[in-house]
């Protein structure tokens, strides 16, 4: 039976500040898994390590197999990772407090934010050109989903309404049975 000491504080400790330092530079990252490898011969779990590293067990395979046949020459690669994104902080925050408001309030005919008006509001504000597709992949980072408002007729009679769905979850049971 393990011996169950007292829980470790975790106050002060932020973990988004702790990936960026590991992400400035790459020898930081390969000394994670260099201590990954050698918590596995010192007996921990491969469990163990993919839950504290966050990683699957076949990237920690991959690790041990690229260790084993190319030699520690293996963790002074240069990785290209691909282009850094142009969402920066700042961009990132005068996104998210504009397009909480309507876009009349930037002086722009549209009701709605869409994909081309945040490409002509990030050339205007920021001097950045990208494409929609871009546009909508930033609004979906800061947390925005594509929706449209749907449509509520005016003339509709509430009541006719509720029969029909009514009529619908009818004839649903019937076709089930």
């Not at 504080?9 to 960026?20: A, E, P, Y």
């Not at 030699?71 to 397009?99: F, N, W």
């Not at 990208?130 to 609004?139: C, E, G, M, P």
């Amino acid at each position: 039976m393990k011996k169950v000491g007292r829980p470790v504080k975790l106050d002060g400790i932020n973990v988004n500040s702790l990936q960026k330092w590991i992400s400035k530079d790459p020898k930081r990252k390969e000394a994670i898994k260099c201590q990954a490898l050698i918590s596995l011969t010192k007996g921990v779990s491969v469990k163990d390590v993919c839950s504290v590293l966050n990683v699957t067990r076949e990237t920690i395979s991959d690790w041990r197999k690229n260790i084993a046949t190319k030699g520690i020459k293996y963790l002074d690669r240069k990785t290209e990772q691909g282009r850094t994104s142009q969402l920066s902080d700042d961009i990132r925050l005068l996104l998210k407090k504009s397009v909480l408001q309507s876009p009349s309030n930037f002086k722009y005919t549209q009701v709605l934010w869409d994909g081309k008006l945040v490409v002509k509001f990030i050339q205007e504000q920021c001097n950045l050109n990208i494409s929609v597709r871009t546009a909508q992949y930033w609004l979906h980072e800061i947390g925005f989903t594509r929706q449209r408002p749907r449509l509520i007729y005016k003339q509709a009679n509430k009541k006719e309404k509720a029969k029909f769905k009514e009529d619908i979850k009818k004839i649903r049971k019937k076709t089930e049975k």
